[in-house]
Nanobody, 120 residues
Framework: QVQLVESGGGLVQPGGSLRLSCAAS????????MSWYRQAPGKERELVAR????????NYADSMKGRFTISRDNAKNTVYLQMNSLKPEDAAVYYC?????????????WGQGTQVTVSS
C-alpha cells in the first residue's frame, strides 16, 4: 500500500547537477520526516540529508553540506534532493526514506532507489 518512488537519477559529469524526486503514496505524508540515503558498491548505507515533517528543519552529512539541498512539497507528497557540484565519489544508489513516530510505535518505509553515476 505504501509506496516511495524515486526518480531523476542518471549519468552526470563531475561538477554537474541533478535533482532527485521521491513521490509518496499510501501514507499521510505530512506526518513523516523524510530522508535521503545512499549506498555505493561495497560500502554501508549512509545518511545524505533529512528534513522534518513540516519542512522546518534540515540535516546534512558533512560531505554533502553546501552542495546538496533537501526540500519537500507536502501538497504534492514529494521530497526532493538537489545535488550540485557532483563528484565521482557521489556515485551511488540513492534511497528515499520515510519515518514517523506514532502512539502505536515507529513506522518507516524505503523506496527502491535510483542510480546516480558521476563520470566523464
Amino acid at each position: 500500500q505504501v509506496q516511495l518512488v524515486e526518480s531523476g537519477g542518471g549519468l552526470v559529469q563531475p561538477g554537474g547537477s541533478l535533482r532527485l524526486s521521491c513521490a509518496a503514496s499510501g501514507l499521510t505524508f505530512s506526518t513523516y520526516a523524510m530522508s535521503w540515503y545512499r549506498q555505493a558498491p561495497g560500502k554501508e548505507r549512509e545518511l545524505v540529508a533529512r528534513i522534518s515533517s513540516s519542512g522546518g528543519s534540515t540535516n546534512y552529512a558533512d560531505s554533502m553540506k553546501g552542495r546538496f539541498t533537501i526540500s519537500r512539497d507536502n501538497a504534492k507528497n514529494t521530497v526532493y534532493l538537489q545535488m550540485n557540484s557532483l563528484k565521482p565519489e557521489d556515485a551511488a544508489v540513492y534511497y528515499c526514506h520515510a519515518q514517523g513516530v506514532f502512539l502505536s510505535g515507529r513506522k518507516e518505509y524505503w523506496g527502491q532507489g535510483t542510480q546516480v553515476t558521476v563520470s566523464s
